[in-house]
């Protein structure tokens, strides 16, 4: 069983709209976790770090949450933009192994 | 800062053809290093990662295999390949001590997209 599970696998939002992509571990203890933007045919770039201490942090419209006790983690895309499209990846990194463990993603596309 | 390389972006081989993807890093020293396939629509899945010069560990069993002949360089081969081992390969880089601190780094490569035929 996959240790970070993602929800939901896609969605389609108009453009100007938000919306909130779910992050669910089991990955414990952990070091961070983060989310990634992937354009299609292109490799994963980061959006947010968060250590279990942090419980939100922002980058621009992109505003990660994440609740250390619950094991939940979410990102929301505020005032969406077609340039959003693409798949939105969790990854927690385990404090005590190399090995890093990946949500499967969701993609998102943004309609105009 | 830390840049890395992934070439070539596109390949195209047949069935039976050796395979060798590189990816080189700059910037960081002793980084842990790792190779992940993606298929369409799918997540990412651990093919091998290294923590030191000359020491892989392997994920999936599979006619791949993986080599770190220098502190930053990383390497992806085959001697035969498969229709299976088409797919979108990265490389990704994990610097810092690994426990809690947010100065860990995890980026990625830009990706190679395989097709065989």
């Known amino acids: 069983k996959n240790q970070v599970e993602q929800s939901p696998q896609s969605l389609i939002i108009l453009e100007g709209k938000n919306c909130t992509l779910q992050?669910?571990?089991?990955?414990?203890?952990?070091?961070?976790l983060r989310w990634y933007k992937q354009d299609t045919g292109r490799g994963p770039v980061s959006l947010t770090i968060?250590?279990?201490?942090?419980n939100t942090k922002s980058n621009g419209r992109y505003t990660a949450t994440l609740d250390a006790d619950t094991k939940q983690s979410s990102l929301h895309i505020t005032a969406s933009q077609l340039s959003d499209s693409a798949s939105y990846i969790c990854?927690?990194?385990?404090?005590?192994?190399?090995?890093?463990?990946f949500g499967a993603g969701t993609t998102v596309t943004v309609r105009a | 800062s830390q840049t890395i390389h992934q070439w070539p972006a596109t390949l195209v081989q047949p069935v039976g053809s050796p395979l060798s993807l590189e990816c080189t890093v700059e910037?960081?020293?002793?980084?842990?290093l790792y190779w992940y396939r993606q298929a369409a629509g799918r997540g990412l899945q651990l093919l091998f990662y290294?923590?030191?010069?000359?020491?892989i560990s392997s994920e999936v069993p599979q006619n791949l295999s993986a080599s770190r002949p220098q502190d930053r360089q990383f390497i992806l081969s085959s001697k035969k390949l498969l229709l299976s081992d088409s797919g979108f390969y990265l490389c990704?880089?994990?610097?810092?001590?690994?426990?809690?601190?947010?100065?860990?780094?995890?980026?990625f490569g830009s990706g190679t997209q395989l097709s065989v035929l």
């Open positions: 992050c669910n571990y089991t990955v414990s203890p952990f070091s961070n």
């Open positions: 990704a880089v994990r610097t810092g001590t690994g426990g809690l601190s947010e100065d860990e780094k995890l980026f």
């Open positions: 968060m250590t279990f201490s942090e």
């Open positions: 990854v927690v990194s385990p404090a005590n192994d190399y090995k890093l463990s």
């Open positions: 910037g960081t020293s002793n980084p842990n």
């Open positions: 290294s923590v030191g010069i000359g020491q």
